[in-house]
């Protein structure tokens, strides 16, 4: 894959423009291979191949769209060491999340699969109405037409698959918008789509500037869907533009944990590390504040900071990694500001913090963080957690309620009643009891509320965003 010249895949075509841009491995600033930049010609093309394909898709039948899904979800499978390197080498990632990623993936294409065998409506029972007598009516679920999914670089691979595979599981066709930083996964699968018997036009992939293709995309007329996973501020812009299209937008957190105070901190500490730290802290979900009670504060804070201080930085490629880089030099300058931001009112820096190669900063905890800075209330994506206490159950509920975001948020106790008290108080859309808020599996429906979009993932709920909901009624 290196140096290599990525062409677009428009209408099962190959397509280049005069305009290259490089694709760099965050870690280093290596050049790793070049795609190219669409203009509005190739998103008009690229809308107009998949207006061409999706009544094909409609007409496929379910078992077709499936056996396509599960033929992908194999092939990826067969090539998962290459797809692995290939989301590494793009984003960063360390490879040993890359390869978890890769197997993600293929689940999720599986669940796919499996949810186009079942997609189906329902029986109404017209008669329950006194006006309903000698009438049946059922209903079906039928594709939009066009979705363009636009997705972010932290997950190249697997958020690319939670729109495209219940988009083809539903009958649709789509025009993906990759990261700009991280292209090339997308066209390979597309690529790998197509050899499994995918029509041509019913993926096509857009390479170049975010801003204005996803603002092309948002605003075609025949474009009938945008789905979207990436900033608040770009999905509010998104929304605004998109009329009355149907929209789902996935627009990210500060995701914060409680850790009370009969907490298993054995079970509690390690999953928190991993939850604040992997990639980076480049997840949606990433944990960004953790609420722990007073009484174990300083035992569960000791055991926190020494895990984040055996974590090993390094790069991307090497098995033994758990820290790489962040996605550019100017996130990486971004979140340094955010911590010295944070320290300047008050707050302690225990470890971490530091600037390395390029765009790495090592895993940073911070103690007594105050509400107001930037760490608190708005979304690091980096490796940074702050670390506070609390001393009622009701403080700490209203402390993780204090933010404009509600993605995922969790709480280890022991007691079920103070759990099921925070998870029906806390204001979010997915509340983990006894596991960090950065769990996901990939068939639960996951989405958010507040400036955390709208809209529900899972290949079953996306199907259900992806679909309309029409009424067929017949007099008897």
């Not at 039948?61 to 056996?67: D, S």
């Not at 055996?310 to 955010?338: F, Q, Y």
């Amino acid at each position: 894959m290196w140096s290599m010249d990525y062409a677009m895949r428009i209408g099962g075509e190959c397509v280049t423009t005069a305009a290259r841009q490089p694709v760099l491995l965050p870690y280093d600033g290596s050049e790793i291979g070049r795609v190219f930049r669409a203009s509005a010609a190739e998103v008009d093309r690229a809308v107009s191949a998949a207006g061409r394909a999706a009544p094909l898709m409609r007409q496929m039948t379910l078992a077709e769209r499936a056996a396509i899904l599960r033929k992908a979800a194999a092939r990826l499978q067969a090539e998962a060491e290459a797809f692995a390197l290939s989301i590494s080498s793009e984003s960063g990632k360390p490879i040993k999340e890359a390869r978890v990623e890769v197997e993600r993936a293929v689940s999720t294409l599986e669940f796919s699969a499996e949810e186009a065998r079942r997609l189906a409506g329902e029986v109404v029972p017209m008669e329950a109405a006194p006006a309903g007598r000698g009438r049946m009516a059922i209903t079906v679920r039928e594709p939009l037409g066009v979705i363009a999914a636009i997705t972010p670089f932290n997950f190249p691979l697997n958020l690319a698959m939670h729109k495209i595979g219940p988009a083809i599981a539903a009958g649709n066709a789509v025009v993906h918008k990759p990261a700009s930083t991280t292209p090339i996964t997308a066209l390979r699968m597309a690529a790998l789509f197509e050899d499994c018997g995918l029509p041509a036009g019913a993926l096509n992939v857009v390479t170049g500037p975010g801003g204005e293709i996803g603002d092309l995309l948002t605003t075609h007329r025949d474009v009938a869907m945008v789905t979207f996973t990436g900033s608040a501020e770009v999905g509010v812009r998104i929304r605004n533009l998109a009329g009355l299209k149907r929209v789902t937008l996935e627009l990210g957190n500060n995701s914060a944990v409680i850790i009370d105070r009969d907490a298993d901190l054995d079970a509690a500490v390690p999953r928190c590390v991993i939850g604040s730290f992997a990639n980076s802290g480049q997840v949606c979900i990433s944990i960004q504040r953790i609420y722990v009670h007073e009484a174990v504060r300083q035992e569960f804070t000791e055991r926190f900071v020494e895990a984040t201080r055996r974590l090993v930085i390094g790069h991307p490629h090497e098995p033994a990694t758990d820290i790489s880089s962040l996605i550019t030099e100017k996130d990486a300058d971004r979140i340094v500001a955010w911590i010295e931001e944070a320290v300047q009112a008050g707050a302690r820096l225990l470890t971490g913090g530091e600037r390395r190669l390029r765009a790495t900063v090592t895993p940073a905890v911070l103690a007594d963080v105050p509400p107001h800075v930037q760490i608190s209330c708005k979304e690091a994506f980096g490796p940074v957690v702050g670390i506070n206490s609390f001393k009622t159950l009701e403080e700490a509920i209203a402390r993780v309620n204090d933010s404009e975001y509600g993605l995922q948020a969790g709480i280890y106790t022991r007691d079920i009643h103070r759990a099921f008290e925070a998870a029906r108080r806390i204001h979010v859309g997915g509340f983990l009891i006894n596991e960090i808020p950065q769990y996901r599996v990939d068939h639960m429906p996951y989405g958010g509320v507040k400036m955390s979009g709208f809209g529900r993932e899972g290949p079953k709920y996306a199907i259900e965003e992806m679909t309309e909901l029409k009424l067929i009624c017949w007099k008897l």
